[in-house]
């Protein structure tokens, strides 16, 4: 098919998507997963919560998802291989955030749109206690190779306290090193991650941070209006791929919160509003 036709396709189905209320019929005995229903079926009537589901679609089901995993840790470690092959005048470091950077949460996605709902603490909590998250394809082995070179891993995430028994288990039930209270840095009063940066430079040189959200690499990306991301992402382009390795996420994350005229508290309704101000047609 010509790349032309597809674009056509693919914009025909967003264009439908969008300029109808997209319906979409799932059956309880999907997954195994238990929601509420109605005769067995249930309607996702709102963009936002349609949205969700689609990107876990892809994220669990996308042979291209696996393969950008594979992309960004084969990087990661021809950076590793060769940084850790030269001297340095203090221990060697990476950092590297959790959610959607090596761990899996499109389950919990999954969940809450199915039951009408988005992130809220205590079903997170519910999910993250279980330490059932499964990893991104390449990741076990790039951080154990990681650790294999004598360079120490920072797990660098805004989970909380409240998350941290959960998280521990789930990253040492699939095998992550340095799973432990020292190297893994939850939020406490602020999800800017630049003073727990500042916190492993005080012992180590960091020359690798991995993360799906720029804010998990440098504060100036912090809570930035979507200009602006896309402004410094444009002026820092030669460290992506070098010091940043982006891992793809399009569920969520600061491209979404700061999209113009979001904000979480929205109704379903008004957030439906809101992506369609934010998306273009022809
Ligand atoms: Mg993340």
Redesign the pocket.
């Known amino acids: 098919m010509k790349f032309s036709n597809q674009l056509i396709i693919g914009l025909s189905i967003l264009m439908i998507s969008v300029s109808c209320k997209t319906v979409v019929t799932i059956t309880d005995s999907s997954a195994g997963i238990s929601v509420p229903s109605n005769n067995g079926q249930r309607h996702l009537e709102d963009i936002s919560l349609n949205g969700k589901v689609y990107s876990a679609l892809w994220q669990q089901n996308a042979a291209e998802f696996r393969a950008l995993c594979y992309q960004a840790y084969n990087i990661a470690t021809e950076i590793v291989k060769e940084k850790s092959s030269m001297q340095h005048l203090r221990p060697i470091a990476i950092v590297t955030?959790?959610?959607?950077?090596f761990l899996d949460n499109s389950p919990y996605a999954v969940t809450q749109a199915l039951k009408g709902k988005e992130f809220d603490q205590q079903s997170w909590l519910d999910w993250t206690s279980k330490g059932e998250a499964v990893a991104f394809p390449g990741s076990v082995e790039f951080f154990n190779y990681a650790a294999s070179r004598n360079v120490v891993v920072f797990y660098i995430s805004n989970r909380n306290e409240n998350d941290r028994p959960g998280t521990i288990k789930n990253l040492k039930a699939l095998g992550f090193p340095f799973a432990d209270d020292d190297h893994v840095l939850l939020m406490k009063d602020t999800s800017n991650k630049e003073e727990r940066r500042k916190q492993v430079l005080e012992q180590y040189e960091i020359f690798l941070l991995l993360?799906?959200?720029l804010s998990?690499f440098s504060e100036i990306f912090y809570h930035k209006s979507q200009a602006e991301r896309n402004r410094l992402t444009d002026e820092h382009a030669v460290e992506f791929g070098k010091r940043f390795i982006v891992l793809p996420?399009s569920g969520y994350?600061e491209w979404e919160s700061f999209m113009p005229g979001y904000n979480s508290k929205l109704s379903p309704a008004q957030k439906d509003s809101v992506i369609l101000k934010n998306v273009k047609g022809y």
């Open positions: 955030d959790i959610d959607e950077t993360g799906d959200n998990d996420n994350g």
